[in-house]
């Protein structure tokens, strides 16, 4: 009796010690690298300790099963041989169960030896290390760094067989990030739903994904829209210009926006009326920061934030002037719209009573999809429009007039508004 009490009592430390490096496992690399980095520099020695197995993988993990491993085997050496016997024996004295004792004695031992495996060495601690890892991975930091340290021959050893194999069937490390986009999306999501992400929080983060993938020909004001100074013209007529747009900055050219001198700072020109000094826009003019239409949105903002300057003019493949971009639209692609001040901005999409859309022209599509809840539109990635004018003159192959319509997937277009050649407002609304 006394050897079953042994072998009980081995295959049950066993089944714990399984289950602290199953436990070690998940808590490890379950940890946040933020955190651990942070209170690392602090000066936290465990912290220290748990970030270099965080930031060692490789190494952790396969100490990780080389001790798993370990543990099978000699559980597998106390199989519970000696109380499987002792069942049987018992079996034998009843003669309805004899024949079949061998079995019940056997099925038994190894129903109980796996159950007590999963639930000691596997999912009792798996939860409890999902549960608090943080506060695990700090309990078993040092003894798993000095059993990584032990094990390091035979991990190494295993390593280099590993890779040895691997090329031998030709098979090569995986390139594939480890996070990916979709993966953080559904994350914030997930915290939206429960609640640790605020709605405002979300919105905000979708948005820089998705300011992530625009290049600068969807966000800039088109040439036509560009409000500038004109050196040819008096002081007093550029001071009207300014005073009617009430811009912070302006393109100043000379005749024509494609002759263009620099930019101006409107605060320096204020600054030198305050002084009574005289004033010379000419003299006043900030090199302008020229980019290409195609670049991505995120190389604009790297470029302000390099070069120190609000607003960049984008041009085309022949050097022509195709609108400009300030950082103020770079704010609202992740912010959102901020009202103006004066209460007087005009929103680009208005909601009718019969359930229609006025919809400015110059609508980025992004945003008239995400409106309208549409994934793509009708030739958009042929044709590379990025407002719902463009969409609208693609459509009609022809400069609209008020009242030229349409319908495209389920959606009608209406043309209520013309600004010369440039459409203005857009009554749109869809198809039952």
Same mark, same amino acid.
């Given at each position: 009796? @006394?050897?079953?009490?042994?072998?009980?009592?081995?295959?049950?430390?066993?089944?714990?010690?399984?289950?602290?490096?199953?436990?070690?496992?998940?808590?490890?690399?379950?940890?946040?690298?933020?955190?651990? =980095?942070?209170?690392?520099?602090?000066?936290?020695?465990?912290?220290?300790?748990?970030?270099?197995?965080?930031?060692?993988?490789?190494?952790?993990?396969?100490?990780?099963?080389?001790?798993?491993?370990?543990?099978?085997?000699?559980?597998?050496?106390?199989?519970?041989?000696?109380?499987? !016997?002792?069942? %049987?024996?018992?079996?034998?004295? $009843?003669?309805?169960?004899?024949?079949?004792?061998?079995?019940?004695?056997?099925?038994?031992?190894?129903?109980?030896?796996?159950?007590?495996?999963?639930?000691?060495?596997?999912?009792?601690?798996?939860?409890?290390?999902?549960?608090?890892? =943080?506060?695990?991975?700090?309990?078993?930091?040092? *003894?798993?760094?000095?059993?990584? /340290?032990?094990?390091?021959?035979?991990?190494?050893?295993?390593?280099?067989?590993?890779?040895?194999?691997?090329?031998?069937?030709?098979?090569?490390?995986? /390139?594939? *990030?480890?996070?990916?986009? #979709? +993966?953080?999306?559904?994350?914030?999501?997930?915290?939206?739903?429960?609640?640790?992400?605020?709605?405002?929080?979300? @919105?905000?983060?979708?948005?820089?994904?998705?300011?992530?993938?625009?290049?600068?020909?969807?966000?800039?004001?088109?040439?036509?829209?560009?409000?500038? &100074?004109?050196?040819?013209?008096?002081?007093? #007529?550029?001071?009207?210009?300014?005073? =009617?747009?009430?811009?912070?900055?302006?393109?100043?050219?000379?005749? /024509?926006?494609?002759?263009?001198?620099?930019?101006?700072?409107?605060?320096?020109?204020?600054? &030198? &009326?305050?002084?009574?000094?005289?004033?010379?826009?000419? !003299?006043?003019?900030?090199?302008?920061?020229?980019? *290409?239409?195609?670049?991505?949105?995120?190389?604009?903002?790297?470029?302000?934030? +390099?070069?120190?300057?609000?607003?960049?003019?984008?041009?085309?493949?022949?050097?022509?002037?195709?609108?400009?971009?300030? %950082?103020?639209?770079?704010? /609202?692609? %992740?912010?959102?719209?901020?009202?103006?001040?004066?209460?007087?901005? =005009?929103?680009?999409?208005?909601?009718?009573?019969?359930?229609?859309?006025?919809?400015?022209?110059?609508?980025?599509?992004?945003?008239?999809? !995400?409106?309208?809840?549409?994934?793509?539109?009708?030739?958009?990635?042929?044709?590379?429009?990025?407002?719902?004018?463009?969409?609208?003159?693609?459509?009609?192959?022809?400069?609209?007039?008020?009242?030229?319509? $349409?319908?495209?997937?389920?959606?009608?277009? +209406?043309?209520?508004?013309?600004?010369?050649?440039?459409?203005?407002?857009?009554? %749109?609304?869809?198809?039952?």
């Amino acid at each position: 009796m @006394e050897n079953v009490a042994v072998e009980i009592l081995i295959l049950l430390v066993l089944f714990i010690a399984n289950g602290i490096f199953a436990m070690s496992e998940i808590a490890v690399v379950s940890l946040r690298k933020a955190r651990l =980095e942070h209170l690392a520099k602090k000066g936290h020695k465990r912290y220290k300790i748990a970030l270099e197995l965080f930031n060692s993988p490789g190494k952790f993990l396969s100490t990780v099963q080389v001790g798993i491993t370990v543990i099978g085997i000699i559980a597998g050496v106390f199989s519970g041989a000696t109380l499987a !016997e002792k069942l %049987v024996e018992y079996f034998n004295q $009843f003669p309805a169960l004899k024949e079949y004792s061998q079995f019940l004695g056997y099925f038994l031992v190894v129903s109980l030896i796996t159950y007590l495996s999963l639930i000691v060495g596997e999912l009792v601690p798996k939860r409890i290390a999902i549960n608090n890892p =943080e506060k695990i991975a700090l309990l078993v930091a040092v *003894p798993m760094n000095w059993i990584s /340290t032990i094990a390091k021959p035979v991990v190494s050893f295993l390593t280099v067989s590993s890779n040895i194999i691997l090329k031998l069937l030709r098979i090569k490390p995986s /390139t594939e *990030p480890t996070v990916t986009e #979709e +993966e953080i999306k559904i994350l914030i999501r997930e915290g939206k739903t429960a609640g640790i992400i605020e709605k405002t929080e979300k @919105e905000i983060l979708d948005s820089v994904f998705k300011f992530g993938d625009k290049r600068v020909e969807s966000i800039l004001t088109p040439r036509t829209q560009i409000s500038w &100074l004109d050196v040819s013209l008096s002081l007093e #007529e550029n001071l009207k210009i300014i005073a =009617e747009t009430k811009y912070s900055y302006y393109p100043v050219c000379e005749d /024509t926006i494609d002759n263009m001198l620099g930019i101006i700072r409107i605060k320096d020109l204020f600054n &030198l &009326l305050l002084e009574k000094k005289a004033i010379s826009i000419k !003299e006043n003019l900030i090199r302008p920061l020229y980019i *290409p239409e195609t670049s991505r949105a995120l190389t604009l903002l790297e470029k302000f934030k +390099e070069t120190k300057n609000h607003v960049a003019i984008v041009i085309d493949e022949y050097g022509g002037i195709q609108g400009l971009v300030t %950082v103020n639209d770079i704010v /609202t692609q %992740v912010l959102g719209e901020f009202p103006a001040s004066d209460g007087q901005d =005009e929103p680009a999409a208005i909601k009718r009573d019969d359930g229609s859309w006025l919809i400015d022209g110059l609508i980025p599509v992004d945003n008239f999809k !995400e409106l309208f809840n549409i994934e793509i539109l009708e030739g958009e990635n042929e044709e590379g429009f990025q407002t719902i004018s463009g969409f609208i003159m693609m459509k009609l192959e022809k400069i609209p007039r008020s009242g030229d319509k $349409f319908e495209s997937d389920g959606i009608s277009y +209406e043309v209520v508004d013309m600004d010369g050649n440039r459409i203005d407002k857009v009554l %749109v609304k869809k198809v039952l």
